[in-house]
Each structure stands twice: as C-alpha cells, then as structure tokens.
C-alpha cells in the first residue's frame, strides 16, 4: 500500500511534467509514446519487482495474436488468452504464494491491462471487419479503423498514468490525447446548426486536479480514521450475533460496508487526477464554456451513496470496468448477458471463492430489482410526496442489499461468508427467488415509457447537468464530417 501511494504521488507530479515539458505542441507523438511507456514500466518495476515482466508478457504476447490471427477472429482468442493469462496469474499469487494478503498483488495491474488488450481487440474487430451498419452507435463511435503499431500499443496498456490503477480507457481517446488534438466548444442553435464559439487547444485541468486531491485527503483520511473502528469482520462475531437486535445488525452491515468504499474512492480518484494532471480525461464544455473532466472517471460518490436502485450503484461504481463488461460481453451475448456478464466480472476479478459468491448473490439481487422496479414503481411516481417515500424506502432498500450481497467480498473464503448469510438465514437470498417467483420479470406495458426516465428526488439535480452536458461536445479539427460524427457517437456512448 505504502508503494501503491509513493508510486501514484510520483505518478501524479510526472504527470505535470509531461503535460509541462512534453505538450503535444512541444514534441511529437513518438516521443510521447516512449515517455509515457517507460516511465510506466519504471513504476511497475518499482512497485512489483521483476513481477511486473508479466505486464510486457501479457500485452507482447496478445499483441502477436493479433497480428497472426488477423482481424475476424483475434478478438477471441486475445479474450481467452488474456483472461487466462490473468487467471493462472492470480491463481499461483492466491493459492502458491500468500493467499488472503495483498502483499506483490501485481494481478491489480494485469486487470486493467487484461481490460485494454480485450476491449481494444474487439474495437479493432469491429472497425475492420464488421459492417458499419451492424454496429451499435456505442460500437461505431469506438471501433478502430487501424491497426496500432507496437510502441502505441505498449504506450496503450502500460502507460504512468494509468498502469497502477487505470482507469480504463478507450483506444481512441488514448491516441487523441497523445496526439494533442484539440477540442471545441460546440452549440446547438434554433435552426440546429452547429456554431463554433471559440477554440482551445490547452483547457487547464487545475481546478479539476485539486478538487480531486481534496476528495482523496479526505477518503484517505476516512479510512485511516474511521474504517479501522467498523470492520467488516465483526458482522460474524459470535457475542455479536448472539446479542445484537436484527436492527442493530442490519445497521452495522450498512456503516461497516459503507467505511470499506473509502479506499477505493481514494485509489480511483487519485488515479483520475493523476490522467488529469497529464491533460487527460477532457470530456468537453458545457454552454457557459465550464471545462468538463470526467471523461474516463472511475465513480461518482454522491450517486453511490444515494442509490436508491441496485442498477443505479453498479452504474455508478468502477464506471469504466462497468462499461468493459458491457461492450465485451453484455451486448454480445447470445443468452443470458446478466448472468454471464456476472460470471465474467468474478473470473476477472480473482479467483477468491467469496467473489463468486459475491456475484452469483449480485444476479439475484439485480433480477429481483428489476422485476420490483418494473411491476410496481409507476405506483408510486405521481405524486412528489409518495414519490419521496419511495425514494427513502429504496434507498434503504439498496444499502442493505448491496451490503449484504458485497460481504463475501470483502471476507474472501467460504466459511466466514456462508456464516454470515446463515446468520441472516439467507433472508435476502430467499426473498429475491420470491420476488421472481410472484412479480414477471419483464417490464409490464403500463407506464414503462412514461415513468422510464423519472429519477429519485435527490438526483434531479445533477441528472439535468448530465443531460445539460450531452447538448453540448467536443470534436477533432480534422473535417466538418467527422466531427460531426465523433459528436454524435461520443455522447450515444457517454449516455449508454
């Protein structure tokens, strides 16, 4: 942890450096390339040792895969070898070497990069082989029309910024980025006509950077403070259980759970302000010309912490890694993409009993949700103050469930975690089959459009600068039709 932190500050005044002293206007892309792959490959040297030559193994290996396979079919076989790879990695750090400690855990950075290599295989896929009409708009705006070379590919997945704890990002924004192309400020007028009003090349991260840093001192100095008093291991206590009122139960489940987000806000946000530092992550500009850098943001806390849906958390928990199981397997399926998309999300994850457990749990709790949220919620969203009850009412709801679906997790092994759901009775387990059993799961016809996009009370707010902001984009100056066309694909995918 203490080198994870060293490794990150480092990371992050690089990262001024390079936006400093190896602007896109100052130096060329090359250079770039070689700059941000060495320095990355330098902190992972420095973190992991000689574990980190599993980084150069797994990205060399898949980029020759590519290469000899060709562009019909390499998608699948850089998915199985990458995930494989990534799987016989944690297996021998779990079960050889030290199983339940975090101690040399370079399998957290073979994720992001197993992420890179398997969603840029299938952005390749698309953009070379398939029709463009048979593409989804998110997979059109994505698709890669060449192949990268080796340095762009290396500089891709290994780059300082992002080669600790990404996030993940597109292949295309990635190349942008490097290559300094600039953004515009583009509005819609009456006639619908777009009018440029001004260009910058250079919009400054600052402000962006330091509100970021603020938010992880602050995280960072939770979880030093607070997190350590409530932990998650105290849920199975014996004289715990024995005592305590199921109120009091549930309530611990909920702060405890709550104390652990800490570390990861911490760990994504620094991450996302070190990508800032360096100049990337510019989403675009809202009407008044306000810079926007969340483009490749990991999360957004205050729509974590006020789910009131189980689907409103995971959209707004680890977004990018969401976004991966998405392109890569939820719109691909032939069947069951929620449950196979689950299955994906544990197998990446590690090969820990409780993260299965974890997500098997997650497949009921999302049907379950769903099937509530579609059979009965339009019940309830005409009035503004029945509407508040419901949002209050859910948002307990989705705390508690989230809680206690994510304890394994957080414990590992099976027995804690089979303790822990014995000592509920499996409550929640057995009232998710119920709710299937009774409600269908599909969405009724009544008042599935009319109250589709209604949103809970306290989220209205920044779901209208959301919606503000996908008025407006940014563009390449390349030509007037493909700007056109970045601008309408960037915020179908930004949407999705």
Not at 438 to 466: A, C, D, I, M, N
Request: hydrophobic residues 40%; proline residues 3%.
């Amino acid at each position: 942890q203490v080198n994870f932190v060293v490794c990150q500050l480092f990371a992050l005044l690089a990262a001024i450096w390079f936006r400093t002293y190896l602007h896109s206007s100052k130096t060329s892309p090359f250079v770039r390339h070689v700059v941000a792959t060495l320095l990355g490959l330098y902190l992972a040297l420095f973190c992991f040792g000689w574990y980190a030559l599993h980084f150069v193994i797994q990205s060399g290996i898949s980029y020759y895969i590519m290469i000899i396979i060709g562009v019909e079919n390499m998608h699948k076989y850089c998915f199985v070898f990458a995930l494989g790879y990534l799987t016989v990695c944690q297996i021998t750090r779990v079960y050889i070497f030290d199983y339940g400690q975090y101690s040399a855990d370079f399998s957290g950075p073979m994720m992001i990069i197993t992420q890179k290599i398997t969603s840029l295989a299938f952005e390749i896929h698309d953009g070379m082989f398939r029709k463009t009409e048979d593409l989804t708009p998110s997979q059109r705006c994505l698709a890669v029309r060449r192949m990268p070379s080796l340095l762009e590919y290396l500089s891709y997945n290994c780059n300082f910024m992002g080669i600790l704890a990404g996030p993940l990002c597109s292949y295309k924004d990635y190349i942008t980025f490097i290559e300094g192309r600039s953004y515009q400020l583009q509005q819609s007028e009456a006639n619908g006509k777009e009018d440029t009003k001004y260009e910058q090349t250079d919009p400054s991260p600052n402000i962006a950077v330091a509100q970021k840093l603020l938010i992880c001192g602050l995280s960072l100095l939770f979880h030093m403070t607070i997190t350590k008093t409530l932990p998650v291991e105290y849920n199975i206590d014996d004289n715990f259980r024995a005592t305590a009122s199921w109120p009091v139960r549930f309530f611990y489940l909920y702060v405890s759970l709550m104390a652990a987000r800490p570390k990861y806000y911490f760990a994504w946000t620094l991450a996302d302000a070190i990508n800032n530092a360096a100049g990337f992550g510019f989403r675009g500009y809202d009407k008044n010309g306000v810079t926007h850098w969340d483009l490749i943001s990991n999360l957004r806390i205050q729509q974590i912490e006020f789910s009131t849906s189980f689907k409103m958390f995971l959209d707004n928990w680890n977004i990018q890694t969401a976004l991966w199981l998405k392109r890569v397997c939820y719109e691909r399926a032939t069947f069951s993409p929620t449950i196979q998309t689950f299955i994906l999300s544990a197998i990446w994850h590690g090969v820990y009993p409780g993260y299965y457990l974890t997500f098997l749990t997650g497949v009921l709790m999302t049907l379950a949700a769903r099937a509530i949220r579609n059979n009965i919620r339009h019940y309830f969203v005409e009035s503004p103050a029945v509407k508040l009850c419901y949002d209050i009412i859910t948002w307990m709801a989705t705390q508690v469930a989230i809680s206690y679906t994510v304890v394994p997790f957080v414990l590992l092994s099976v027995k804690p975690s089979f303790t822990f759901y014995s000592s509920c009775y499996f409550c929640l387990h057995i009232a998710s089959i119920l709710v299937l059993l009774v409600f269908p799961l599909k969405r009724t016809q009544k008042g599935s459009k009319k109250h589709e996009s209604v949103q809970p009370v306290w989220s209205k707010k920044l779901e209208e600068e959301e919606n503000l902001l996908q008025k407006n984009s940014y563009s390449t100056t390349h030509n007037s039709f493909s700007q056109k066309q970045e601008i309408t694909c960037r915020y179908q995918a930004l949407k999705q």
